[in-house]
């Protein structure tokens, strides 16, 4: 008979592809799980004191020493690493010699390296009878058990972010626009310092924000090699778990709030920095 | 007259314009490499100098004592769920976000970042809130006599939060950069979901898997600050083996601390080495992920 | 102040780039280096440009040893095939670079670079654009830019490395005319390297045409077309 009668059948879902209600449905389930409601559990706690207890939990003399230590020592060390990071990216990507590749894989031994086995080789390596702290004992000069221990860490996990992030731009910056320079009378310090260097601003950055939040948060590599001397040594994380033993949950949770909005602001501002590095383009 | 045709080519009078002058170069060669030997190489040296510091025989009995060999297994044992639970996440969100449009994808996706740059304590510190004594769950769980902290599942819990950005972040640009087109070819030519995962998408992304999970596993067996937080340190049943290398220094047992630890950094190394490897062997298919 | 290039020869590891390649432009002149690619006319005009060294030959230029001066020295503005712009500067501060990097006692105010710059986007026919960014450009006018940038430093001698390749048809002949005007408004000596024969033919008072490092035949556009020397330079053109 006539064939006006078909009835085609709707697709009953309106991707191409099969598995996305699963495998969303899965990721979120697994986020919700695993992330939200643990974060949730760390942003409502401290609130349990109410705004006031809040603010009175995060700004005793203790608590804001360790906050400036962590964050004012993370900062130095995100600037060095900053510094020595382009020295060591520009030799790396520009300079041929004998050995390279393996200096190149060393890099990354920060990233591989487990924190407490870090943190153990630094303080034994510091220490007034180490074998480099011996050296500078004589000078007056005191690493391990020190401020300056935070610092060394901090410059020690957060050196391969910065190589890594501006290894790639480096690379793609290329002899071309050195070349332009070069005709157009400019020195080779002024080729780098007007050209190069602005050039690479974004990768400094982000590399500078990743060590930055890596060193404010971290934990095994610095605790062996700093006095952990409250108000003057003490990092912030290793305050929450001090107040952790001593059951303040709430004082706790409270430090731990700061440190993840602070988190989540490095976050934010490390992917607006990539975004701008890549309109660059 | 042949004077003012004095050759000046053939002698290098100076320096190709994007070359840097020979003492910049040793300059900064000497800078480089002194920077990194003294910051990165000295302390791994020392590691292995210190584990041996008593000779081999110190060194074998520090890492088959009983607590040593249990923190190891307590390790290996974490890592085995982790990872694997980890990997199959990985995947999962890759597919959803790679090969679909949905709202909220940036939103999605800087969840999964975001553990890569929360503090390890904090990452420890949120399960606490939950299942602690005081947590959420404490009550509940001591009730019921359940041990989540101060045992396996809390330890698992830990490393699963920070090792899971692993696999799916380098997973996700990887996808995405492959595109839809393959799958949506076996799609037209009646593949089923997981038929045209494992034949179409697998094949294609299985350096980046083989990578992250690589680095997955390496940090999964050598999270510190996480763990330290739930696990309860007791020795020979609830430390892994980072903590039992605290331990091991706490108690000033320098040769054990540093022989656990040369286990450790031998792990670290055999890892570095195998990525090297990936990424000159492949490195096509991980440049999409290392533009991000 | 003709240029003279005498027996100039380059190697890169065992491939010969350049086999004593000679000619003499006068002073003023516009030259276009002519030749398929691996004919060595770019290698020459880097090394005209300070960008590569010559293995051997000599080149005087304005009664000094050419080659014996660092690139920085030379004042030979060089126009790039992609363009080498300064991606993060505008283009004004493209223009200016030149102007800018040099000493304090040769380096005008800024009133009067800022002036000079707009008399060059003017020149370039790209008038009000200072603010600009490259990214925001079109390919014709970043080369301008780019021609422009080269201008600044008021070269002795002026060189292009095939500057419209990236371009298409109708840009390209806009922007050959205009070259040809400036150089003709300039009086500065023009070197211009390309493969495309049409363009050569066109815009050059003197073309040389290269094979395998050496100038197979040299002379006016008119002469070359009319009396091609070998085999090569009939084919060449015939192409």
Partial sequence: MSAIGLKIPLPRSRHVLPGFSLSLGFTLFYLTGIVLIPLLALVIRPF???????????????????????????LFAAVIDSVFGFIVAWVLVRYRFPGRGLLDAIIDLPFALPTAVAGIALSTLYAPNGWLGSLLIPYGIRIAYTPWGVLLAMVFIGLPFSVRTLEPVLREVGHELEEAAATLGATRVQTITKVVIPMLLPALLTGAAMAFARGVGEYGSIIFIAGNIPAVSEIAPLLI???????????????GVVMLTASFIMLLAINGLQSWAAKRR | MSKTFSSGAGRRAFTSPTEDPLWLKALLGAV??????????????????????????????AVVEPDTLASVRLSLVAAAIAVPLNTLFGIAAAWCVAKFDFPGKTFLVTLIDLPFSVSPVVSGLIY????????WFGKYLVANDIHILFALPGIVLATIFVTFPFVARELIPLMQDQGRDEEEAAATLGASGLGTFVRVTLPNIKWGLLYSVLLCNARALGEFGAVSVVSGHIRGVTNTMPLHVELLYNNYDYVGAFAVSALLAMLALITLALKSLLEWRYADELAAVHRH | ?????????????????????????????????????????????????????????????ADLNWLDMPARTRNAGFVFQQYALFRHMTVADNIAFGLKVRPRARRPSRSEIRERVKSLLDLVQLPGLEGRYPSQLSGGQRQRVALARALAIEPRMLLLDEPFGALDAKVRKELRADLRRIHDHAG??????THDQEEAFAVADLVAVMKDGRIEQYGVPADVRRNPKTAFVSEFLAA
């Fill in chain 1, 48 to 74: 349990e004191l109410g705004w006031d207890g809040f603010w009175a939990a995060i700004s005793t003399p203790r608590v804001l020493a360790s906050l400036r230590l962590s964050f004012g020592m993370a």
């Fill in chain 1, 241 to 255: 778990v001090t107040k952790l033993e001593q059951y303040d949950y709430a004082g706790a949770a409270a430090i």
């Fill in chain 2, 32 to 61: 480089t490499v002194g920077f990194i030997g003294i910051l990165l190489l000295m302390p791994l040296v020392l590691v292995f100098k210190e584990a041996f510091a008593n000779g081999v025989g110190a060194f074998w009995n």
């Fill in chain 2, 128 to 135: 606490v809130l939950v299942f602690g004594m005081q947590g």
């Fill in chain 3, 1 to 61: 102040m003709s240029l003279t290039v005498d027996s100039v020869s380059k190697k890169f590891g065992r491939f010969a780039a350049l086999n004593g390649a000679s000619f003499v432009a006068p002073q003023g002149g516009f030259v276009s280096l002519l030749g398929p690619s691996g004919s060595g006319k770019t290698t020459l005009l880097r090394i005209l440009g300070g960008l590569e060294f010559a293995d051997s030959g000599m080149v005087r230029f």
């Fill in chain 3, 188 to 193: 500065v000596t023009t070197v211009f390297v």
